[in-house]
């Protein structure tokens, strides 16, 4: 079955602190994983995904298949970093199959 | 083009009524995807369009639910005879598959509220 699991409803940190949501995913085959984001008010949008191996607004991500595993990280969080992040597989079909979410809070 | 637009943004209905939004995707994107979004859930894929073609329906979470692509241009969800557990956000999302990114762009959604 494919799945996305992602184990964190909620975290909060303090600005400055190191940040990592975690993501494990279930799919036969070669895997295509994203983040998505969507802040307070505004839409769904693409955060990165594993193709292109890239650091968005600081973060990043690695996808691990070993370990099944696609964890977002960010080495000092910051306060504009507070918002609800979906992890994504993408399906036989080019859909995308979410996980449930985790919304980040970044304290002062 | 300021991206994919969803109409209404909120609609109200009572149970029993039959309810359709409309997604405009942006222009020249060949596919179009419906997912539906519950409270403390992660968007849910329904159906999906290639063109004007309709390639997947099965995940349609019942035969209430209807959608179209008439001209492979914006797009029709309808839902027929509503009931309490259709409440939640419908979200469309276009893509170009030409481009060989397959990134899918996400409208604002239409929070359905049935009474």
């Known amino acids: 079955a494919q799945r996305v699991t992602q184990p964190e409803k909620l975290l909060s940190v303090f600005k400055g602190a190191p940040v990592e949501l975690k993501c494990n995913y279930s799919?036969?085959?070669?895997?295509?994983l994203f983040w998505y984001v969507q802040y307070s008010r505004q839409r769904l949008q693409l955060l990165l995904r594993?193709?292109s191996r890239e650091s968005i607004k600081g973060f990043t991500a690695d996808l691990n298949k070993g370990e099944t595993s696609f964890h977002l990280k960010k080495p000092f969080a910051q306060e504009e970093d507070s918002a609800m992040y979906y992890c994504?597989?993408?399906?036989?079909?080019?859909?995308?199959?979410f996980g449930k979410g985790t919304k980040l809070s970044v304290k002062p | 083009d300021t991206g994919v637009s969803q109409n209404p943004r909120h609609k109200i209905t009572k149970r029993g009524q039959n309810v359709t939004f409309r997604c405009d995707p942006i222009?020249?994107?060949?596919?179009l995807y419906w997912y539906r979004q519950t409270l403390g859930q992660g968007p849910e894929f329904l159906t999906y369009?290639?063109?004007?073609?309709?390639?997947?329906k099965s995940r349609l979470l019942s035969d209430r639910f209807s959608a179209e692509r008439p001209k492979g241009s914006f797009s029709t969800l309808e839902i027929q005879r509503t009931e309490q557990g259709d409440s939640a956000m419908y979200l469309c999302?276009?893509?170009?598959?030409?481009?060989?990114?397959?990134?899918?762009?996400f409208g604002p959604g239409t929070r359905l509220t049935v009474t």
């Open positions: 999302a276009s893509s170009l598959t030409t481009s060989g990114i397959y990134e899918q762009y």
């Open positions: 799919y036969s085959g070669s895997p295509e």
């Open positions: 594993h193709i």
């Open positions: 994504a597989l993408r399906g036989s079909q080019g859909n995308l199959i």
């Open positions: 222009s020249e994107h060949n596919r």
């Open positions: 369009f290639q063109n004007e073609a309709q390639l997947e």
